[in-house]
């Protein structure tokens, strides 16, 4: 999957505040997401972010 920096996610589940998607700040082999409803950031394993991927927007 060719996820790069500044592109917006759209995961599965949906943030606690209502929000399904994240920006991407950081990749690698970890990627630092942010979430675009309330503004929190997150490490996730990048086998994990591309089980939850839904959509690249």
Same mark, same amino acid.
């Not at 920096?5 to 949906?14: A, E, F, H, S, T």
């Not at 994240?22 to 929190?40: I, M, P, T, Y």
């Not at 994990?48 to 089980?51: A, G, P």
């Given at each position: 999957?060719d996820?790069?920096? /500044?592109?917006?996610? @759209? !995961? =599965?589940?949906?943030?606690?505040?209502?929000?399904r998607?994240?920006?991407?700040?950081?990749? /690698?082999?970890?990627? @630092? !997401? =942010?979430?675009?409803?309330?503004?929190?950031?997150?490490?996730?394993?990048?086998r994990?972010?591309?089980?939850n991927?839904?959509?690249?927007?």
């Open positions: 999957m996820i790069n920096v /500044g592109d917006v996610l @759209r !995961l =599965k589940k949906q943030h606690p505040c209502g929000s998607e994240w920006e991407v700040l950081r990749s /690698g082999a970890d990627f @630092r !997401l =942010k979430c675009r409803g309330c503004g929190h950031q997150i490490m996730i394993a990048r994990l972010l591309e089980k991927v839904k959509e690249i927007l």
